[in-house]
């Protein structure tokens, strides 16, 4: 009981690892939480330091989803267990300690989680997102609707309730966050992947 209360906790502390802001200061960018979109995400880092930066952003942001669970996996925790771990590694993300809790949305660390608890449904998640994200150059579009989907996933291609309500969660909150990207879509000032001009 102890350990399954020890782990969500580990993952937050995991998840507060905010890549973004952690590749930009060595890399001698602007700090992703005032500049660009102001969001501590590898799209913003793209848009702020070109393509190496933005890829160990995305890089570090996954690996801080998958590690948490894969440890919890190790200990061989219950499968609830690794579930709250995995979300406790999102809302790291999300509410960084470590960094003022301003964190980024969360899609590359709720992608990396989902991979480690069921990888199906982390090939849903992955595979629609780098569908819509090639097809609208929308990163938001991309990550809602992956975002979305994947408690439907979880629903179908695993039989543990605790993914889809865990993903359920995950998802609620990423559409929160982009709630801003969601009001510049309808405006039809929303930004595109690789666009360099602040939006």
């Known amino acids: ?13 995991a998840g507060s690892l905010a890549s973004a802001v952690i590749v930009c200061r060595v890399m001698g960018l602007p700090d992703p939480r005032s500049g660009g979109s102001g969001n ?84 849903v998640f992955g595979a629609l997102w780098l569908a819509l994200a090639f097809i609208t150059r929308y990163s938001s579009v991309a990550s809602i609707t992956a975002a979305v989907t994947s408690p439907f996933a979880a629903v179908m291609l695993t039989p543990h309730l605790s993914y889809a309500i865990v993903s359920a969660t995950v998802a609620a909150f990423i559409v929160w966050r982009h709630r801003e990207n969601i009001a510049r879509l309808r405006a039809g000032s929303e930004g595109r992947i690789g666009q360099q001009k602040t939006v």
């Open 40 to 123: 501590p995400g590898a799209t913003n880092v793209l848009r702020l330091g070109g393509k190496k930066a933005a890829v160990l952003t995305l890089l570090g942001d996954v690996l801080k989803g998958v590690l948490p669970v894969l440890a919890a996996r190790a200990l061989d925790v219950s499968e609830p267990a690794c579930a709250i771990t995995a979300l406790g590694a999102f809302l790291g993300h999300l509410y960084p300690v470590f960094f003022r809790f301003q964190g980024g949305k969360g899609v590359a660390t709720a992608f990396g989680a989902t991979v480690a608890l069921s990888w199906p449904v982390g090939l």
């Open 1 to 13: 009981m102890l350990l399954d209360a020890l782990l969500p906790v580990m993952g937050y502390l």
